[in-house]
């Protein structure tokens, strides 16, 4: 029974991302070069502003140090081209691919957006925004 009462509080947000964003009606985000134009890009942040009721402040940069800007809170999401083997993978929560590419050398890119690991309700709000525009996009 103890352990049940535990689980009541779940998912966790222990630096308030969802509620941030849902008090202050605004979210930063971060977009890699040649992100911020695609439709898929436009949609989820269309998604999310309205699942969120919330307006998207975007800045767009260099990948590096827009991830860095996550890692340390001062960037709610990313949104870039991410390669499949990329080291981030084990600092940050990618949400699932909203398109993918094949490089010249053959090398895919998946375009997803990242949110800041332990952000659980964040991290749900931005994934399932991902998946309602990756499914769209299949139909």
């Known amino acids: 029974m103890l352990a049940l009462a535990g689980c009541s509080a779940l998912p966790k947000d222990p630096e308030r991302t969802a509620e941030r964003v849902s008090e202050n009606h605004r979210f930063t985000v971060g977009t890699g070069l040649k992100a911020d134009d695609r439709p898929e890009t436009r949609r989820l ?20 140090p827009m991830l860095a800007a996550l890692k340390q809170g001062r960037t709610d999401l990313v949104v870039a081209w991410f390669d499949e083997a990329t080291p981030w993978q084990a ?35 931005v994934e399932r925004a991902s998946r309602r525009v990756a499914t769209e996009r299949a139909s």
């Open 45 to 64: 942040l269309g998604v999310l502003s309205h699942d969120m009721r919330a307006t998207p402040s975007i800045r767009a940069g260099e990948l590096e």
């Open 91 to 125: 600092r940050v929560t990618l949400g699932p691919p909203l398109a993918r590419v094949r490089t010249t050398d053959d090398t895919a890119l998946e375009l997803r957006a990242a949110m800041r690991n332990g952000e659980n309700r964040w991290i749900m709000a």
